[in-house]
């Protein structure tokens, strides 16, 4: 079993920086990925990014990409998600989940482990 705790969520202007930062506890030995998810209201939760914590190749929607960035400090087993240059349209609930062995990318199902989620709202 893995624990994942999600911090970092708040309110934020339209423009604005938010990290946010996922701890995991456990069995952490068998992580392979991390990943970023969010949901917005009204709409499926999608993929955003993620980070092998061997290594750590990054995988990003094309929306993320420039804006955010995924990171992970594997002696705090703890991964980050660097969001800057905040959108109304990135209002979110936003969840890191883990997968352990071999897994897809993007996919929800592919992974094991989720956090209860953090709230982020950027307002215009």
Do not use: H
């Not at 905040?86 to 482990?113: F, M, Q, S």
């Amino acid at each position: 079993q893995v624990q994942l705790v999600e911090s970092g969520g708040g309110l934020v202007q339209a423009g604005g920086s938010l990290r946010l930062s996922c701890a995991a506890s456990g069995r952490t030995f068998t992580m392979s990925r991390m990943g970023w998810f969010r949901q917005a209201p009204g709409k499926e939760r999608e993929f955003v990014a993620a980070i092998t914590w061997i290594g750590g190749v990054t995988y990003y929607r094309d929306f993320a990409k420039g804006r955010f960035t995924i990171s992970r400090d594997n002696a705090k087993n703890t991964a980050y998600l660097q969001m800057n240059s905040l959108k109304p349209e990135d209002t979110a609930v936003y969840y890191c989940a883990t997968c352990t062995g071999t897994c897809g990318i993007v996919r929800e199902n592919e992974y094991a482990y989720w956090g209860q989620g953090t709230q982020v709202t950027v307002s215009s």
